[in-house]
């Protein structure tokens, strides 16, 4: 039996990625030529540790993004930026805050996962998108679409599809016509053909209905 390694995961930070995956995604599409035409490249806007990325994306589930800002600031007052010390807050000084009981057992857990060694960001980096995809998914409260932006905006991986995301979805059936009336999985049968870019795709289309850069 043949055996083969896994290669190293990909990222968009590595020099020339982005323009090797705009080379290859030309041609495919003529809306996607023209909106790739439109956009620079993003600037990937530094988000800090893998746990503080987390913490945050937890921070802002369901609520305006005014809401999670004022959230946010109020547990970095806490000066708590490593794991151990979140652990260590009680939940009553978390509902202080601002959050919900459910965010409290939420943050708490993810603490618990990353100061004991349960998720490590060296594992995350050195993992596969399924491989990271699915110990980020054993924390509570981290979901699909959670660790499909951590993928993203944090690991940079360059072949992501949020199909669930309502932006992606939107941008899909406005620049191509086709897709008007596609369900989810056609959008998904579509999307084989960016292959191996399609975090590309999907930050080109997101940027599409955005005057200013998504940031996760």
């Keep these: 039996m043949n055996s083969r390694t896994e290669d ?3 990222s968009l ?12 995604l030309t041609g495919i599409d003529a809306a996607l030529d023209i909106l790739m035409a439109r956009y620079d490249r993003p ?3 530094e988000s800090g540790s893998a ?7 937890i921070t802002g589930q369901q609520i305006s993004v005014r809401a999670a800002d004022s959230l946010w600031k109020r547990f970095c007052a806490l000066g708590a930026f490593e794991p151990a010390a979140v652990w260590e807050l009680s939940p009553e000084r978390l509902r202080q805050c601002g959050y919900s009981s459910r965010k409290v057992d ?6 618990r996962h990353f100061s004991t060694g349960l998720v490590t960001e060296t594992e995350l980096r050195a993992s596969s998108d399924a ?9 509570h409260g981290i979901g699909r679409w959670s660790a499909e932006m951590f993928l993203i905006f944090h690991l940079r991986r360059p072949d ?3 199909v669930e995301d309502l932006g992606l979805q939107r941008a899909l059936r406005l620049h191509f016509p086709e897709l008007k009336e596609a369900s989810v ?9 960016w292959r191996p870019w399609r975090s590309v795709v999907t930050w080109v289309l997101w940027r599409s209905l955005d005057p200013v850069e998504v940031i996760y």
């Design 185 to 193: 999985p056609d959008l998904v049968s579509y999307a084989e053909r």
């Design 106 to 111: 939420y943050l708490r857990d993810l603490a």
């Design 160 to 162: 992501i599809f949020p």
């Design 13 to 24: 930070d590595r020099e020339g990625a982005w323009e090797q995956a705009i080379q290859a």
């Design 131 to 139: 491989r990271a995809h699915a110990l980020l998914t054993r924390v």
């Design 8 to 10: 190293a995961p990909v």
């Design 51 to 57: 746990f503080l990325t987390l913490a945050r994306a």
């Design 43 to 45: 600037t990937w806007a």
